[in-house]
């Protein structure tokens, strides 16, 4: 996934807002990446564009060589719902469903016969601990578990990209560690893109990358714990392997001046022998 150029402006009233002012980046597949930024910094809107939820007013939007600018309204909403998976901070479940049947609601516009989505809903809420809560409707199920019930939803058409727009943003400190754990191990596992939005910093630090924005701009790109603490376990494998030494080997050289050596000393010897007779 690359943007180029990227820019979006608003016009509010007769003032013009500019949200994206020219933001070039580039995610990976299997990555997990932090947009990191205060309130007006631009990263809800960079999300938005990426995902295709709004167009941009200049540059590129290009994931895996289709140029999304280019593709038209009905064509994109197929995009994403093929490809891409959405978590968000108000979990979006719909009260009057159980868990199973929220999480069965992107299988059942895509087609997916009734036996099949229940079947893959079920065992994507057990893989989330949610086993014992299937037939559970919103108001009987805490923030944590609501919140498992939507990423159950979004990776339930296993999805190329997520996007996640503040995911812990109304859970408890616990809840929200055990989530991002998951998620990554999601990105492990299943080897898809994820691209999550936060104001903050140890959230963001869950991430491989962490793009830093301003006013609009990236204004730095670092790396994330995760991808730190892969770093040192690789560097604390290698310096834990044993030394190898080589062999030592004796130059041509040596060994010429070793040979007159060694003679010098049989003569001397020789000598010895014969005063001593």
Not at 1 to 10: C, S
Not at 86 to 108: G, K
Not at 223 to 230: C, V
């Given at each position: 996934?690359?943007?180029?150029?990227?820019?979006?402006?608003?016009k509010v009233g007769s003032e013009i807002i500019t949200a994206l002012a020219g933001v070039d980046i580039k995610i990976y597949k299997g990555e997990f990446v932090a947009v990191l930024g205060?309130?007006?910094?631009?990263?809800?809107?960079?999300?938005?564009?990426?995902?295709?939820?709004?167009?941009?007013?200049?540059?590129?939007?290009?994931?895996?060589?289709?140029?999304?600018?280019?593709?038209?309204?009905?064509?994109?909403?197929?995009?994403?719902?093929?490809?891409?998976?959405?978590?968000?901070?108000?979990?979006?479940?719909?009260?009057?469903?159980?868990?199973?049947?929220?999480?069965?609601?992107?299988?059942?516009?895509?087609?997916?016969?009734?036996?099949?989505?229940?079947?893959?809903?079920?065992?994507?809420?057990?893989?989330?601990?949610?086993?014992?809560?299937?037939?559970?409707?919103?108001?009987?199920?805490?923030?944590?578990?609501?919140?498992?019930?939507?990423?159950?939803?979004?990776?339930?058409?296993?999805?190329?990209?997520?996007?996640?727009?503040?995911?812990?943003?109304?859970?408890?400190?616990?809840?929200?560690?055990?989530?991002?754990?998951?998620?990554?191990?999601?990105?492990?596992?299943?080897?898809?893109?994820?691209?999550?939005?936060?104001?903050?910093?140890?959230?963001?630090?869950?991430?491989?990358?962490?793009?830093?924005?301003?006013?609009?701009?990236?204004?730095?790109?670092?790396?994330?714990?995760?991808?730190?603490?892969?770093?040192?376990?690789?560097?604390?494998?290698?310096?834990?392997?044993?030394?190898?030494?080589?062999?030592?080997?004796?130059?041509?050289?040596?060994?010429?001046?070793?040979?007159?050596?060694?003679?010098?000393?049989?003569?001397?010897?020789?000598?010895?022998?014969?005063?001593?007779?």
């Open positions: 996934m690359e943007t180029k150029g990227l820019i979006k402006k608003y205060t309130s007006g910094s631009g990263k809800s809107t960079l999300l938005n564009m990426i995902s295709g939820l709004e167009r941009p007013t200049k540059g590129d939007i290009i994931i895996g060589g289709t140029r999304l600018n280019k593709v038209s309204e009905r064509n994109m909403a197929r995009f994403r719902s093929r490809e891409m998976g959405f978590i968000f901070q108000a979990y979006n479940l719909i009260p009057s469903l159980t868990a199973m049947e929220n999480v069965t609601l992107p299988l059942m516009l895509q087609g997916v016969s009734k036996k099949k989505r229940e079947k893959r809903a079920k065992a994507m809420l057990i893989e989330l601990g949610l086993g014992k809560r299937l037939h559970n409707k919103p108001s009987q199920l805490s923030g944590g578990q609501q919140q498992r019930v939507a990423i159950a939803r979004s990776l339930v058409t296993e999805p190329k990209i997520i996007f996640a727009d503040e995911p812990t943003g109304n859970l408890d400190t616990k809840t929200t560690i055990e989530i991002l754990s998951f998620l990554q191990q999601i990105v492990r596992k299943r080897q898809c893109t994820l691209i999550m939005v936060s104001h903050d910093l140890e959230v963001a630090q869950y991430a491989d990358r962490i793009i830093h924005m301003r006013d609009g701009k990236v204004i730095k790109i670092t790396e994330g714990e995760a991808a730190i603490k892969e770093l040192t376990k690789a560097e604390e494998i290698i310096e834990s392997l044993p030394d190898i030494e080589e062999p030592k080997t004796e130059s041509p050289q040596s060994v010429q001046e070793k040979e007159p050596e060694a003679e010098k000393a049989k003569i001397l010897n020789e000598e010895d022998t014969e005063e001593k007779r």
